[in-house]
């Protein structure tokens, strides 16, 4: 009879919403962290060993994330884009992409940095790439990924992500996948890129907090049923509870018994 009591809807549904999110937190939550735990550290990794490693002629080397390169080449203004929508150090920005032809011919897109815009939205003034062949020390960056298209705004081409690919159609550039962005001394820098931050940050204790949090549900559960399936539990004592009364009656119970006393 007392397991009975637990098939009521009630129950139930409050035994789905527990075992749903302890399967949230092992399956999705901890393992997003997880994740993110493990990328912050290939970062840190990778930005740690480029202080070690000498720059390198860009193509020589495997394109790794953070990696130094030089370059040496000559900027193709015309196909400027500005990415939008940017943050740095915690305020808006514009990055200024300038597609850079190597001496070998082929075209890799570069990252000048990043100029703040002016009275809040607009694009400000900010120097020009240089003219003629230059030499270049830049880190190596995988390119970023969008749907959206280049457009036309404040007199200079936008877009919404440091994606080569929608930066080369915009401006009729075959350039190579990824980007490099700009050391501080170069020609043509603008705000120097910050590196990353070289910490662990709290991706690795949220992890553990979530599986915490999905064990603790699991556990309360167990304890709850426990304690109603058990003689005693609450449940059964529902149960058997007497009914409250209403007011109206024990106000009428009350007049009967007058009435019979009167009688």
Not at 58 to 72: E, F, K, N, Y
Request: glycine share 8%; aromatic share 8%.
């Amino acid at each position: 009879m007392r397991l009975k009591l637990l098939l009521r809807p009630g129950w139930l549904m409050l035994a789905l919403v527990v075992v749903a999110f302890a399967v949230t937190c092992f399956t999705l939550l901890a393992p997003w962290q997880f994740q993110r735990h493990d990328e912050r550290k290939a970062t840190n990794t990778a930005v740690q060993d480029s202080f070690d490693a000498p720059p390198a002629p860009i193509g020589s080397v495997p394109p790794d994330q953070w990696r130094r390169v030089t370059l040496a080449g000559t900027y193709l203004p015309d196909g400027e884009a500005l990415a939008r929508l940017r943050t740095v150090q915690g305020n808006a920005a514009f990055e200024v992409l300038t597609p850079f032809r190597l001496i070998d011919g082929s075209v890799v897109l570069v990252d000048r940095g990043y100029v703040r815009p002016a009275e809040g939205v607009s694009v400000p003034n900010y120097a020009e790439a240089p003219t003629g062949q230059v030499n270049l020390l830049a880190r190596v960056r995988l390119g970023e990924s969008t749907d959206r298209t280049a457009f036309e705004e404040d007199g200079h081409r936008q877009v919404y992500a440091v994606d080569p690919a929608v930066v080369g159609r915009a401006a009729n550039l075959d350039i190579r996948p990824g980007y490099v962005q700009l050391e501080e001394g170069s020609p043509g820098v603008l705000g120097v890129l910050p590196l990353p931050q070289l910490e662990a940050g709290p991706f690795l204790s949220y992890a553990l907090q979530w599986i915490a949090f999905g064990v603790m549900a699991l556990l309360g559960l167990i304890y709850f049923t426990w304690r109603e399936i058990k003689p005693g539990g609450t449940l059964a004592e529902k149960e058997h509870r007497p009914r409250r009364r209403s007011v109206s009656e024990i106000l009428a119970e009350d007049e009967a018994r007058e009435r019979a006393a009167s009688a």
